[in-house]
T-cell receptor, first 113, second 111 residues
């Protein structure tokens, strides 16, 4: 069966520090991968998606970047965190691009202080 | 960009009560989805709706795709403590289109 792992679960980082969140999917090949951000009281906002290795599409201009170095690995990064980067970050995958059924990881709660 | 307005933002109910929440949009959607997110977890798909007027049930949950294709509602009957969580609606403009999420309804159930 397919599983998605996301880590760390929580992270407290100072302003200006770098960020690296990792997501891996097991049990499937060539998944479509997504990074979402969930701000308090807001819905999920799509940040990046990827249809294959090295292919990244950015949805909103921001201080973050994404990379897909391997088929089932998706990384969210920042060189210098801002206070406004705080939030709950979710990785997800689907069989087809923007499939109605997406499978989400457990999320990372990022607090920038 | 497109927005979904989900209401209410939060609900505090007694165990056994029925719950109703809805989403509206200024855009027409081809697909409506309802997800549940439990504390510290990612959202999980509850119900998917693909046709205007469609009424679909999943246990105690019932969701409907509005006739105008601009709204959807989710009902939970006879709530229990494990229904606690945040419920999100999501709409899809077309097949293979991006999902647009509502702001979520946070449900608290008092035993």
């Amino acid at each position: 069966s397919q599983t998605i792992h996301q880590w760390p679960a929580t992270l407290v980082q100072p302003v200006g520090s770098p960020l690296s969140l990792e997501c891996t999917v097991e049990g499937t090949s060539n998944p479509n991968l997504y990074w979402y951000r969930q701000a308090a009281g807001r819905g999920l906002q799509l940040l990046f998606y990827s249809v294959g290795i090295g292919q990244i599409s950015s949805e909103v201009p921001q201080n973050l970047s994404a990379s897909r170095p391997q088929d089932r690995q998706f990384i969210l990064s920042s060189k210098k965190l801002l206070l406004s980067d705080s939030g709950f970050y979710l990785c997800a995958w689907s069989v087809r691009i923007f499939d109605t059924e997406a499978f989400f990881g457990q999320g990372t709660r990022l607090t920038v202080v | 960009g497109q927005q979904l307005n989900q209401s209410p933002q939060s609900m505090f109910i007694q165990e056994g009560e029925d719950v109703s929440m809805n989403c509206t949009s200024s855009s027409i959607f081809n697909t409506w989805l309802w997800y549940k997110q439990e504390p510290g977890e990612g959202p999980v798909l509850l119900i998917a709706l693909y046709k205007a007027g469609e009424l679909t049930s999943n246990g105690r949950l019932t969701a409907q795709f509005g006739i105008t294709r601009k709204d959807s509602f989710l009902n939970i009957s006879a709530s229990i403590p494990s229904d606690v969580g945040i419920y999100f609606c999501a709409g899809q403009l077309g097949q293979g289109g991006k999902l647009i999420f509502g702001q979520g309804t946070e449900l608290s159930v008092k035993p």
